[in-house]
C-alpha cells in the first residue's frame, strides 16, 4: 500500500464529498500499542484534512458482509437507516454511549487490525446528526455521514451509502493513512530542522569557525611561528651607487650593536661611492654603511648609522649538523617583495658553487647548502632558516636556466644556494674586527677546468710565479706540480672550485688532510693551513 498522496488523487476524490467550510480538528493519534499512527499537527488545507478525534473501534472481518451483500429483504444497514429517518436527528449524551441496535460491536482479535483497515474517523461536526454506532457497517461510521461530508442541519435526514459506497470508505482509508504517514515525516522533518536553526526557521545553516584568525595561537615551531618571530629581525637593503646602478637585496641583525650581514654583491654597487639603507619588516628605514666585505666569500657587513633601541639578533645554528631533507625557510625580498617568506628543505649540502658580483672578473667560491626554497633576485643576504628559527645559512646563488650560476634576472627553478653559516660567521668576526677578510690557504695554484677528476696544481702561478709557494703549506707537505688533489679529508673534490669552496670552510691554522695522484699512485698529506688576508 502507498502512502504517497499522489498515488490516492485518482481514487479517491470522485468518492469523497467536498470538505465543508468549518476547520477540519487536528488528527487523533489512536494508541501506538494498537499498531496505529500517533497524531501530529498537520496543514489544514482541504487536500490534506485530517480524520477527527475520536475514531471508532475497528470492526470485525466479518462485519463487512453486509457491507458489500445487501439483499431485498433489508440488511441490518437498511433498517438502522429506517429506524433512524423518522426522527430527528439529536446528538448523545456526553458520558452515554450511542445506542446501537446490534449491541456492541465485538473487540477484535490481536494483530487483527492490519487488513482491511480501520474506517476513517467521523469528524466532530459531523456529529450533529443521528446517533453513531459503534462497528457500523455502510460508511465505516454507522448512522453518521460519509468522512469529508457536509454537517448535517437540525431536521436534515443524511442520506447513508450502499455497498458500493463501502469502496469509498476503503479509498478514504487509504488516503487518511497517507495523510497522516505525510504529517508525522512533515513534523519530524519540521522538528529536526527548528532544533538545527535553535528554533529559527529562517536562520542560516552556515558554518561558521570558532575564533577569528587573530585568535588563533600558532606554535613557535610551526612556519608561521618562525616567520612571525624572525621578520622584525630581516631588513631590506636598497643599494645605490654613486653612477647611478643599485639594486635591492636582503640581511638580517647579526648583533645588538646594529651590525647587518649580506652578500658582498649585495652592498658592492654601493660600497666605494654611494647610499645604502635598511628598511625593518615595520616601515621604518635606516641609514647604513659598510664596515667589511670579502668578495672571495660573498659575505659584507653593515652598520646601521642610528641604530633603534631593542635590537633582535637572529639566533645562529650550525650549520655542519644540517642533514639532507632538513626543513628550510627562506625571507628576502625577491624582485623587491619585501617580507616574502618561501619554504622547502636541504636538497644536498657542500655544494661546490662559483658566483660573481657582476662588478668584477672575480668569482666567489663556497661549499653551499642546496636548497628548494624559493630564491630569487632580491633574496641574496637573506637567513636561510632551520625549522627552529636558526640561521642555518646566507641566501646567495641561484641556478638559472641560462645554465650559468649566480644572481640573474632568471626566476627560481628550486635550485638555490646559500653560504653555510658556520663559514658566514668566521668571515663576519674578522670583518667586524679588521674590516678586512682572511683567507685560508694550502700554498698552491691549482686549475679551474672542470671534469680533471680532481684539482690539479697548475705547472706555474700567476704572472709566472710559482705554483707551489716555496716554504708554504703544501710546499711542506710535500706537494708538486701536476700532483691531482681527489679529496680534501673525506670530501671527494672534482675540480679546483670544489677545493676552494672546501678550503675556504675552514680557518688559517686547520689541520686538513689532502689525497692526491702522481704518476697513477695515490698517497695522503697532512697541511696546515695558511692564511692570506684581503681581496687582492
Known amino acids: 500500500m502507498s502512502t504517497e498522496n499522489e498515488g490516492t488523487e485518482g481514487n479517491a476524490v470522485p468518492a469523497v464529498p467536498s470538505v465543508p467550510p468549518a476547520p477540519p480538528v487536528p488528527a487523533t493519534t489512536p494508541d501506538p500499542a494498537a499498531g496505529n499512527v500517533r497524531d501530529e499537527p498537520k496543514d489544514t488545507t482541504a487536500a490534506e484534512a485530517t480524520p477527527p478525534a475520536a475514531a471508532p473501534p475497528a470492526t470485525p472481518t466479518h462485519a463487512d458482509a453486509p457491507r458489500h451483500t445487501p439483499t431485498a429483504q433489508g440488511t441490518p444497514q437498511d433498517h438502522a437507516a429506517t429506524a433512524h429517518t423518522p426522527q430527528p436527528p439529536t446528538p448523545p449524551h456526553p458520558h452515554q454511549p450511542p445506542h446501537s441496535p446490534y449491541g456492541a460491536a465485538p473487540e477484535p482479535p490481536a494483530g487483527a487490525a492490519s487488513w482491511p483497515p480501520p474506517p476513517p474517523a467521523v469528524p466532530s461536526y459531523a456529529g450533529g446528526g443521528a446517533a453513531h454506532t459503534p462497528g457500523g457497517v455502510g460508511n465505516g461510521s454507522g ?172 639566533p645562529l645554528g650550525n650549520s655542519e649538523s644540517v642533514a639532507v631533507g632538513d626543513s628550510t625557510i627562506a625571507i628576502g625580498a625577491p624582485f623587491g617583495l619585501s617580507n616574502t617568506v618561501t619554504t622547502g628543505i636541504i636538497s644536498a649540502k657542500n655544494r661546490p658553487v662559483a658566483s660573481g658580483d657582476g662588478s668584477s672578473s672575480k668569482n666567489s667560491y663556497m661549499s653551499a647548502l642546496q636548497t628548494d626554497a624559493s630564491i630569487n633576485p632580491g633574496n641574496s643576504g637573506g637567513p636561510l632558516l632551520d625549522a627552529t628559527g636558526a640561521v642555518i645559512g646566507i641566501n646567495s646563488a641561484i641556478q638559472s636556466t641560462g645554465g650559468g650560476l649566480g644572481q640573474s634576472q632568471a626566476g627560481s627553478i628550486g635550485l638555490g644556494f646559500a653560504i653555510p653559516i658556520n663559514q658566514a660567521k668566521n668571515v663576519a668576526e674578522q670583518l667586524i674586527k679588521t674590516g678586512k677578510p682572511v683567507y685560508p690557504v694550502i700554498g698552491a695554484t691549482v686549475s679551474m677546468e672542470e671534469k680533471t677528476g680532481g684539482a690539479a696544481i697548475s705547472p706555474e702561478g700567476a704572472a709566472g710565479t710559482p705554483s707551489v709557494t716555496p716554504n708554504g703549506p703544501a710546499a711542506k707537505a710535500g706537494l708538486k706540480p701536476g700532483d691531482v688533489i681527489t679529496k680534501f679529508n673525506d670530501t671527494v673534490i672534482d675540480s679546483g672550485p670544489t677545493l676552494i669552496g672546501e678550503i675556504w670552510t675552514r680557518k688559517p691554522g686547520e689541520k686538513v688532510t689532502l689525497t692526491y695522484e702522481r704518476d697513477g699512485k695515490t698517497s695522503t698529506a697532512e697541511v696546515t693551513l695558511g692564511q692570506r688576508e684581503g681581496d687582492s
Do not use: M
Request: charged content about 15%.
Open 143 to 314: 448512522g453518521g455521514p460519509v468522512w469529508g461530508a457536509p454537517s448535517p442541519q437540525p431536521g436534515h435526514n443524511p442520506t447513508h451509502g450502499t455497498g458500493k459506497r463501502g469502496a469509498g470508505g476503503l479509498v478514504a482509508a487509504v488516503a487518511v493513512a497517507a495523510l497522516v504517514a505525510g504529517g508525522i515525516g512533515g513534523a519530524l522533518g519540521f522538528w529536526a530542522a527548528d532544533r538545527n536553526d535553535n528554533g529559527s526557521s529562517g536562520s542560516s545553516t552556515t558554518v561558521s569557525a570558532s575564533d577569528s584568525p587573530r585568535d588563533l595561537k600558532r606554535p613557535a615551531g610551526t612556519v608561521a611561528g618562525v616567520a612571525a618571530k624572525a621578520l622584525p629581525s630581516v631588513v631590506t637593503i636598497d643599494a645605490q651607487g654613486g653612477d647611478g646602478e643599485g639594486g635591492t637585496g636582503t640581511g638580517f641583525v647579526y648583533d645588538k650593536e646594529g651590525h647587518i650581514l649580506t652578500n658582498n654583491h649585495v652592498v658592492a654597487s654601493a660600497a666605494e661611492s654611494g647610499e645604502l639603507s635598511a628598511t625593518f619588516s615595520d616601515g621604518k628605514k635606516y641609514a647604513a654603511e659598510v664596515v667589511g666585505r670579502a668578495q672571495g666569500y660573498d659575505v659584507a657587513v653593515l652598520k646601521l648609522k642610528n641604530p633603534p633601541a631593542g635590537l633582535t639578533p637572529l
